[in-house]
């Protein structure tokens, strides 16, 4: 891959300079573009009934992975009603896809119960996944608030298994220590 720097290096270290520097400018428009998309995440909220009092803004959750391995992971938004945490939304400019194994083990783990629903959106296509059943749905349509409050007597609240959790702890965990892979082009 070539890395446009638009100079010639120096020497070796003006070159590691030049390419962090790139990045850096890259991981700013990353930034901005995630602040834009949740932007307009929350006024789509709205507009479906939320009030900002059911939304909550880059919620973080420690996650004790073991004695030893303890770390801080968070999500764009999410979609409290009757104090349950209903739907956790991701908001990228990247590829929807890589982000989807790392809502499932979100969703599985922050809370003492499995968040029934995760939102993965780009600004232009969505996802919608039903955590307990796993089923996927390719939507830009979160349901309206009243329906949710509706649906939310028959959802489940269960915690996620006791011996798979110490693995989903650990997804969770490569997951975000890689920041699940920005697949956008530098």
């Not at 349901?143 to 969770?172: A, C, G, M, N």
Request: proline share 6%; glycine share 4%.
């Amino acid at each position: 891959m070539e890395i446009p720097l638009n100079k010639i290096p120096e020497s070796p270290e003006e070159r590691k300079a030049l390419i962090g520097e790139l990045i850096k400018e890259q991981e700013e428009i990353f930034a901005i573009s995630i602040g834009y998309l949740q932007r307009l995440m929350i006024e789509n909220l709205i507009d479906r009934g939320y009030s900002l009092n059911d939304i909550e803004i880059n919620k973080n959750y420690k996650v004790i992975v073991s004695e030893k391995e303890k770390f801080i992971t968070s999500v764009d938004l999410l979609i409290r009603l009757n104090d349950k945490t209903i739907f956790a939304i991701k908001c990228t400019p990247a590829s929807i896809d890589s982000w989807q194994r790392f809502m499932l083990s979100f969703c599985r783990v922050v809370e003492p119960y499995q968040i029934p629903y995760a939102f993965i959106t780009d600004g232009q296509e969505g996802r919608i996944m039903d955590i307990l059943s796993g089923e996927v749905r390719e939507t830009m349509d979160i349901p309206r608030k009243e329906d949710l409050l509706k649906h939310l007597p028959s959802l489940s609240f269960i915690p996620y298994s006791e011996e798979k959790l110490p693995k989903e702890k650990r997804i969770l965990y490569a997951f975000d220590a890689i920041k699940c892979c920005p697949t956008y082009n530098i």
